[in-house]
């Protein structure tokens, strides 16, 4: 059985980030090398860091399992009916619906792989804590704050 692949990732003294894998023999430079990070911390199929311009990126592995996320829209599909707007949808049509709407399955698939991806902020405004680390627990990431 072949041994899984690991990588470790660094960060120099001009934000340039490199990569060394277990199945490599050299430090390669990740791409998007016009970008500069202050910190990066990986999990075992994604890596996070801090750019210079003060936002979060994400650099996700590339392997063979697509990552699919499946997003349910109401409209030009199948049909779901309810005797009211505010009432419960159901699949089968009674003599009292008054209200129909349509149901669609989307997945989406996410292609940004082994490149950098911008983590979008929230429309709101961010609290006034300045972003110090950014931690992996668990293949979880969280983003810690100081006041």
């Given at each position: 059985k072949?041994?899984?692949?690991?990588?470790?990732?660094?960060?120099?003294?001009?934000?340039?980030?490199?990569?060394?894998?277990t199945?490599?023999?050299?430090?390669?430079?990740?791409?998007?090398?016009?970008m500069e990070?202050?910190?990066?911390?990986a999990?075992?199929?994604c890596?996070w860091?801090?750019?210079?311009?003060?936002?979060?990126?994400l650099?996700?592995?590339?392997?063979d399992?697509?990552?699919?996320?499946?997003?349910?829209?109401?409209?030009n599909q199948?049909w779901?009916y309810?005797m009211d707007?505010?009432?419960?949808y159901?699949k089968?049509k009674?003599?009292?619906?008054?209200?129909r709407?349509?149901r669609?399955?989307?997945?989406?698939r996410?292609?940004?792989?082994?490149?950098?991806?911008?983590?979008v902020?929230?429309?709101?405004?961010?609290?006034p804590a300045?972003?110090s680390l950014i931690g992996?627990?668990?293949?979880?990431a969280?983003?810690?704050?100081r006041?």
């Open positions: 072949a041994m899984p692949v690991s990588l470790l990732w660094a960060v120099d003294a001009y934000g340039r980030v490199y990569c060394l894998s199945v490599g023999q050299q430090w390669e430079q990740s791409r998007n090398a016009q990070f202050k910190r990066v911390t999990a075992q199929l890596c860091g801090i750019a210079c311009d003060n936002n979060i990126y650099n996700v592995h590339a392997s399992l697509p990552i699919r996320y499946q997003e349910h829209t109401f409209e199948g779901t309810a707007f505010p009432a419960t159901t089968a009674k003599w009292n619906s008054c209200v709407r349509r669609w399955l989307r997945y989406r996410y292609n940004a792989m082994d490149t950098w991806a911008k983590v902020k929230e429309s709101k405004p961010p609290p300045l972003v992996i627990n668990a293949q979880l969280y983003v810690e704050s006041k």
